[in-house]
């Protein structure tokens, strides 16, 4: 099983949306292994988007991240990363197809509600920024076996 962090960003939580993002990845069967709300700091934020550093909106995304906490998700299944980024639809919400989440409940380029590592090795990374180890759960779900064939998920 692969691993995959979102973040729910705070026009998700201004609008009282929260739950309603995580339905979206909930009802697709992720497992969620770690869930916690985070306010980003200065640090946090200019870590976490040090591959934008040079773009001229970097100032806006980080000042737009800092406003509200997040939720963070490490979020677990088959393909995860890649059926996650499904989930969320393109980054422009205007773009976005309906059914995503983005395309459901976004407003904008920014103001797109969530975050989605875009690898693997970027989830790797991603997840250790916003999780201690003590914070992720490794556990059977009970229902697994509706979920995915066996040879899936051996």
């Known amino acids: 099983m692969e691993r995959t962090l979102i973040l729910i960003k705070p026009d998700a939580i201004a609008r009282g949306l929260a739950g309603r993002v995580l339905s979206y990845f909930e009802a697709k069967g992720l497992k969620i292994a770690g ?39 490490c979020l677990e299944g088959l393909e995860a990363v890649e059926v996650c980024r499904r989930l969320c639809g393109v980054t422009n919400s205007r773009q976005a197809a309906p059914g995503t989440i983005r395309g459901d ?50």
């Open 35 to 73: 869930i916690k709300m985070v306010q980003l700091d200065e640090a946090l934020l200019k870590e976490h988007y040090a591959h934008l550093a040079d773009k001229p909106f970097f100032p806006d995304i980080c000042e737009f991240m800092g406003r509200l906490p997040v939720i963070a998700l």
């Open 105 to 154: 409940l976004g407003l904008s380029m920014q103001a797109n509600l969530v975050h989605a590592s875009d690898s693997v090795e970027t989830a790797r990374v991603e997840i250790a920024r916003f999780f201690r180890e003590d914070e992720l759960f490794d556990y059977q779900p009970p229902l697994l076996a509706y979920q995915y064939a066996r040879d899936e998920r051996e």
